[in-house]
């Protein structure tokens, strides 16, 4: 199974506002060089982010910041901010056949048992915010810092 980048790159994105802000201005040429990917695609991001409520941006060479506290914020809330809407997670094909007994009922067998790994999947992104990430982030600094000396 794979999921598009966006969540990856958008949580991304919200660690550098986090790690970086207080010392330089968080522009989208800066996140592109960290996140390695082309500034349009940072910008595109932002604003997927700032119409969830979860960054602010400021015109020009301003910068974005966090517009809640990151321990407000999930993976679930960049998830959702990121994804497109309305979308299952799952998608069945569209045309089995009816006359055949497995193809009859293979959408309602299917639903339940992939429907529970969708909520899985939201309940694990809803137990993780933004500062756990942050939090991971500064330990590893910190172990890295002390196997370097």
Known sequence: MQFSSRLPIAAHILMC???FGEDCKITSD???GSVNVN???IRRTLGQLKKAGLVRVEAGVGGASLAKPPEEITLLDIFRAVEPKEE?????HENP????PVGREVHGI????LDAAALAMENQLR??????LIDDLRQKEM??????S
Do not use: D, M
């Open 143 to 148: 172990t890295e810092k002390s196997s370097s």
């Open 30 to 32: 800066f996140l592109a």
């Open 127 to 132: 137990a993780v915010t933004l500062q756990q």
């Open 88 to 92: 299952p997670l799952f998608h069945f």
């Open 17 to 19: 506002i986090v790690r």
């Open 110 to 113: 299917l639903s339940g048992y």
């Open 97 to 100: 056949n009816p006359a055949c």
């Open 39 to 41: 500034p349009v695609i």
